[in-house]
């Protein structure tokens, strides 16, 4: 018979579209012994004692036939231990083939088949196999019924011509199918592929199960009520989001596999024990390196920690079958081409894998090709928005300029401040005192009262509680009527001064323009030649030197003068506040008149230049790390739980253009209101985060929500106004948080509060 036929079937394999010659096919035997030649305990069987059975499932004979039978004096017959790389075997025994027939007749047997001639092929063959034929029940050639090619009583219709017709081994066994008994053996390629993933849903669902015990979920880290609070996702989306990944790594498998596979027939040694603890220990170095370095990667990088990285910290609570949990480019990088590459190094190891070398040169080159394909994708950086300012109708200029006399129809009402706090209660900052949840819910009432806001002093003889201002300083800001007002702390920023072409006269000589600095930022300008003249300015700045700041975190540090105007300035009427990125390009006067005396507002900050939800801001802070996650997380829950809900998400028309500002420039009026505003808005800064931007739209709308018919008159403007008045810039990279060092105090007269 020649090498290429089998009973009659060519050997040539179809897969896509074009044929490949495959003479080879798998030589099956007993299963017992077919196990123990794999772990090379026994030799090969005599070829007298098996009929050797070639099959495969991915790839059927051009007959479309199921498994061809073949004598073992077929030139196929090379190896009794072949195997066809990736591709389901079967292992079958002869007794199974025939029962009846004892072990010494199968030379006999071989004998007969050896002569048969070959049948024909059928004119219409079957493309599937039938119903019965697949659930392995015995078939006979003639049995009636419509089969799979529309023909009936037909055997070359349901058998493929190597097993069908006048002669041939189901014809010696009464026309029926050998399934009774059948052992399949599954690949490694498909367990390695598989069982992970088994694994995982195993191994996690034990601890769901475990979740359910009540003694033991007294050993969480989170509690079972934090889940729906804090997680962004559900349940069900962690779950769907697992199974996408594990499909997409089955998909990037199965296809590593197909091409990696070995379909030369030529038995694979099985490595001993020694090289298998080796290749499991370099193949977890590799992949815990890779992953390693790559995860940290993703959280240094800013852009994929907010494009890729940050879904998978979506899930403040985890759950235990949430690991796999990620964006599907993250997935690929850190478990599909990490598990690929780990999978790569630990098959060089051992002599065992020598013959395996040209493979896995090419699989190298396939992993490269893929990595290289995604780096463009990964490196590709947002497209840039181009955020310009816009015209803005500024009057012509100051001369001249009066307040309207209507301006002043606002709410009125008397507030004065606690200066002192006699009992110490809590840890922290004492500079905003401890201010109970009772005493903070009835502070947001727009009446006569004392309040907390800042510069609390403990009781006699304990030390001050922070933003000491000298004397002198303390005096000119007495005076000051309008001011402009900005901070640098720690040396995190440069001396921006205002364009002098762009003020007037008149505001050169009416408006304070006060930049605080701490000592360290003083000495840091200083050695880089900004120094205050003898009046204490360098330009249009009048420098206030802050001593003993409140808080270590100097963001919040910035806020004291940001949002607490009101105290710094007992006298001022209007403030303008820009932070140390802005430099100012246009008149104080003409500001003040735009966006307060034309638009009748008390208070005027620009909206978000990118977002409008405070959901979006929370998950951009944890994007980029801009404050404890945890913390943010308290507070967020804090404020939902209190009625916070999501911009234009209660159906109506939202009380602000946005719940997001833009928190750089801020214009207000001293009003009662708009102090008590600012009072509030620093206690939520105070009580919670440093981020100033998660408590502004709560603050705003808890007061008003509190006082029906005594209005705040907010105007929330564009931000490309907000970029028309002051030019931005960033901020100094190697800027500092800490505090700044003792040795920097040389002056020993201030006072530890203004009046």
Aim: glycine share 6%; proline share 7%.
């Amino acid at each position: 018979m020649d090498s290429g036929q089998s009973g009659g079937c060519s050997t040539q394999e179809k897969s896509g579209g074009f044929t490949r010659k495959n003479p080879q096919r798998l030589a099956v035997t007993s299963g017992r012994e077919q196990h123990q030649r794999r772990l090379g305990v026994v030799d090969p069987p005599s070829v007298d004692a098996h009929v050797i059975v070639q099959h495969s499932y991915n790839l059927w004979p051009s007959c479309n036939a199921p498994p061809l039978v073949s004598s073992p004096s077929s030139s196929s017959f090379h190896n009794p231990t072949a195997t066809a790389g990736p591709r389901a075997t079967a292992y079958i025994p002869v007794a199974f083939l025939h029962p009846t027939r004892p072990p010494d007749r199968a030379t006999s047997l071989r004998q007969k088949k050896k002569d048969l001639p070959t049948p024909a092929p059928p004119p219409f063959p079957s493309p599937h196999p039938s119903p019965s034929e697949r659930s392995g029940r015995p078939l006979s050639p003639n049995s009636s019924g419509p089969r799979p090619g529309g023909r009936r009583n037909s055997p070359g219709a349901h058998f493929p011509p190597c097993l069908a017709g006048d002669s041939g081994l189901l014809k010696e066994r009464g026309g029926q199918r050998p399934a009774a008994g059948m052992a399949i053996a599954v690949s490694d390629e498909l367990l390695g592929t598989f069982v992970p993933i088994a694994v995982y849903w195993l191994y996690s669902g034990l601890y769901v199960a475990l979740d359910g015990v009540d003694r033991v979920r007294s050993y969480r880290l989170h509690p079972k009520a934090e889940e729906a609070a804090k997680n962004v996702v559900s349940r069900a989306a962690v779950v769907r989001g697992v199974l996408v990944q594990q499909a997409f790594q089955v998909v990037v498998a199965l296809t590593l596999f197909a091409v990696i596979g070995d379909d030369s027939g030529i038995a694979q040694k099985q490595p001993s024990a020694m090289v298998i603890a080796l290749q499991f220990v370099i193949a977890m170095f590799v992949m815990d390196t890779w992953q390693y370095f790559m995860h940290r990667y993703m959280h240094v990088n800013k852009f994929l920690y907010k494009h890729i990285h940050s879904k998978h910290h979506t899930l403040v609570v985890p759950y235990s079958f949430g690991a796999l949990y990620n964006h599907p480019l993250e997935g690929l990088i850190l478990d599909t081409i990490g598990g690929a590459l780990s999978f790569l190094a630990s098959e060089n190891v051992g002599k065992e894998m020598d013959k395996r070398y040209t493979l896995n040169v090419t699989i190298k080159e396939n992993v490269s090709m893929a990595i290289e394909e995604s780096e463009p994708f990964i490196r590709k950086k947002k497209p840039h928005k181009r955020y310009v300012p816009c015209e803005i109708d500024f009057l012509p200029s100051v001369d001249n300029l009066v307040e309207p006399a209507d301006y002043n129809n606002f709410t009125e009402f008397s507030l004065s401040y606690i200066l002192k706090e006699e009992h110490l209660a809590g840890n922290g900052s004492l500079f905003g005192g401890h201010q109970s949840l009772q005493e903070r819910e009835g502070t947001y009432y727009a009446r006569n009262q004392s309040l907390h806001c800042g510069f609390v002093e403990g009781p006699e003889g304990y030390p001050s509680s922070g933003f000491d201002l000298d004397e002198q300083d303390r005096a000119y800001m007495d005076t000051c009527r309008v001011v402009v007002s900005s901070c640098i702390f720690g040396g995190s920023d440069y001396l921006r001064r205002p364009t002098k072409s762009k003020i007037s006269s008149y505001s050169k000589k009416n408006v304070c323009f006060i930049m605080f600095l701490d000592e360290l930022t003083l000495a840091t300008l200083s050695s880089e030649g900004h120094v205050p003249d003898e009046t204490g300015s360098i330009g249009l700045w009048r420098i206030v030197v802050v001593k003993n700041l409140p808080y270590k975190d100097m963001r919040r540090a910035g806020k004291v003068p940001k949002l607490l105007a009101q105290r710094l300035f007992p006298s001022a009427l209007y403030s303008i506040w820009l932070d140390s990125k802005l430099r100012l390009n246009a008149d104080p006067m003409l500001i003040i008149e735009y966006f307060l005396w034309r638009k009748k507002a008390e208070y005027a900050i620009s909206v978000h230049y990118d977002r409008t939800c405070v959901w979006e801001e929370v998950l951009q802070n944890k994007r980029l790390n801009k404050y404890n996650h945890t913390a943010i997380d308290e507070q967020f829950y804090f404020y939902q739980s209190d009625g916070l809900l999501k911009f234009n998400d209660s159906g109506q028309e939202p009380l602000l253009p946005s719940y997001v500002p833009e928190g750089s420039f801020i214009v207000r009026a001293h009003t009662p209101m708009s102090n008590l505003f600012s009072c509030l808005w620093f206690n939520e800064v105070n009580r919670f985060t440093s981020r100033d931007q998660l408590s502004f739209t709560y603050t705003y709308l808890k007061l008003r929500r509190m006082n029906t018919g005594r209005n705040f008159h907010l105007n929330m403007f564009k931000d490309c106004e907000r970029r028309a008045v002051a030019k931005l810039f960033h901020h100094r990279t190697n800027g500092t948080t800490d505090p700044p060092p003792t040795n920097l105090r040389m002056d020993k007269t201030h006072s530890s509060r203004p009046s």
